[in-house]
Nanobody
Framework: VQLQASGGGLVQSGGSLRLSCASS????????MGWFRQAPGKEREFVAA????????TYADSVKGRFTISRDNAKITVFLEMNNLKPEDTAVYYC????????????????????WGQGTLVTVSS
């Protein structure tokens, strides 16, 4: 397993969770990274992305202002801090590893991520 996601669980509406995505491969420190999610009966959707340096980030409109993506390249780990969670945030969350680009690149498109973690379930109760 190249990417290992963790940190999911059951939380009440308005609560917080912090997801982690760790790898043992230092190569991932040069890749853009992202988080996607898939709710029951729905297609997978983009949540957040970060460039290899961590200087550039972007978010889906539905999570903007509530979620924060960050990375610690020394620990080869990407985080997703989720605050003010809502029942509609309930989903399996997947971390995804991109590729090396010469610029400080990030992507919102799943086809731009060849590496995927196993997913971690987040359940938000109302």
């Amino acid at each position: 397993v190249q990417l290992q996601a963790s940190g999911g669980g059951l939380v009440q509406s308005g609560g917080s969770l912090r997801l982690s995505c760790a790898s043992s491969l230092r190569t991932f420190t040069t890749y853009h990274m992202g988080w996607f999610r898939q709710a029951p009966g729905k297609e997978r959707e983009f949540v957040a992305a970060i460039s290899w340096s961590g200087d550039r980030t972007t978010y889906a409109d539905s999570v903007k202002g509530r979620f924060t993506i960050s990375r610690d390249n020394a620990k080869i780990t990407v985080f997703l801090e989720m605050n003010n969670l809502k029942p509609e945030d309930t989903a399996v969350y997947y971390c995804a590893g991109g590729r090396y680009y010469s610029g400080d690149y990030y992507s919102t498109q799943s086809y731009d991520y060849p590496y995927w973690g196993q997913g971690t379930l987040v359940t938000v109760s109302s």
